[in-house]
Every structure is written in C-alpha cells, then in structure tokens.
Antibody, heavy 119, light 108 residues
C-alpha cells in the first residue's frame, strides 16, 4: 500500500523559502508509475495544484507559481520535495503531497501539513 | 487557463438525491474526478474517470460528464455525506491540473 507523509517547518518568514518533504512508502519514487504532486489549500479556501515531478526529473508547474516553485526527487531517501521562494502571507496554506497514475485515475493524498507565513 | 465552475452550496434532505455540478468549456471531452473533503481532513477520491468509483466508495456516489457540465450524484443522502466536494480535470492541452472552487453539501 502506497503511503505519503509530509514534513517540514510549520512557520516561515515572509520573503524566505518554504521547504517541504514528502516521504513515500510502498513504492519507489524513481519508478515512472506515478506523478508525484504538490497541492495546497489556503485556510477556508479551495484546492490549488502546485505541480508535479515525474520519472525522477520531468516537472510541470502551475503557471501562476512557476517562477517560485521547484519540485524534485531524492531517490536515496525515497522522498520528493517542494521549494517555494519569496513567500508572502498569501502562501499560508495546508500543503498536501499526492500521487496520481494517469490523467483519469485521480489523486491519492497525504494527510497535509499547515504552513504559516508570518514574521 | 481552463476554468471549472461549481455552485458554492447545495442542500438536501436525508434520503434524497444530491446533484453537484461542475461546469467547464467542453468538459465532456475531458475526464473528471471528484473528491470529498470533511473538515480537518485530506480530500478523498470518490469518482474518477467521469463515473468510476474507487474501492470502498458506496454505490450511492455516481458521476456523469457531457457537453459543458459534469455532475456528481449522491443518492439516498446520509448525514455523513455532509462535506465539501471538488471536481478536477487534467487539461491535456496545457498539461496542467485544475480544481473547481468546491461545493459545500449540507444535509438538512
């Protein structure tokens, strides 16, 4: 059974870089079975797709975040990570890591982690 | 970019049928997924590929997709179905993923 678990700081200062890690169990992140994805949800608001990494290196990002986002894979730790630079209060959200196989298979989610941007 | 439009809220009495719509330009040519999210929890996939159900999801949950509207139908609604519901598509043209704004289902 594939499981995902997010980890990282719960508080980040404005203008700094938000860094989160998703630890994967049950499958290798280096396999090309899944698109490893980050999705976020500001408090009281809807879901926003951030982007994915696939096949250990191919990436695709939300165009509204693309200039600030990097998603990468660490095969030695079976993890994938999110970096979001120059954060502001608008980046405060619950961040979810998720996996999806194809365009039509739907996401399976980690439990999520709240990141607050505040000085 | 592709936009999905959902009604902010839908209300239904227990035992009745709830229908939650998701509008998008020619959405019938795309595949739609639906997620249920209860307060404080991660979303859960309830319908994928327009109308398929993952294992463990009751048959009361069904989906359809045609023209400019996809619909999630919940039959014989129960109090435990009260949640936010989100539609989602993966736009093959842009290779970007889009979510609808979400619909809060209230069981009266």
């Amino acid at each position: 059974q594939v499981q995902l678990q997010e980890s990282g700081p719960g508080l980040v200062k404005p203008s700094e870089t938000l860094s989160l890690t998703c630890t994967v169990s049950g499958v290798s992140v280096s396999s090309n079975t899944y698109y490893w994805t980050w999705i976020r949800q500001p408090p009281g608001k809807g879901l926003e797709w951030i982007g994915y990494v696939y096949d250990s290196g191919s990436t695709n990002y939300n165009p509204f975040l693309k200039s600030r986002v990097t998603i990468s894979v660490d095969t030695s730790k079976n993890q994938f990570s999110l970096k979001l630079s120059s954060v502001t209060a608008a980046d405060t959200a619950v961040y979810y890591c998720a996996r999806v196989e194809t365009y039509s298979s739907g996401y399976h989610w980690g439990q999520g982690t709240l990141v607050t941007v505040s000085s | 970019s592709y936009v999905l439009t959902q009604p902010p809220s839908v209300s239904v009495a227990p035992g009745q049928t709830a229908r939650i719509t998701c509008g998008g330009n020619n959405i019938g040519s795309k595949t739609v997924q639906w997620y249920q999210q209860k307060p404080g929890q991660a979303p859960v996939l309830v319908v994928y590929d327009d109308s398929d159900r993952p294992s463990g999801i009751p048959e009361r949950f069904s989906g359809s997709n045609s023209g400019n509207t996809a619909t999630l139908t919940i039959s014989r609604v129960e109090a435990g179905d009260e949640a936010d519901y989100y539609c989602q598509v993966w736009d093959s043209t842009s290779d970007h993923v889009v979510f609808g704004g979400g619909t809060k289902l209230t069981v009266l």
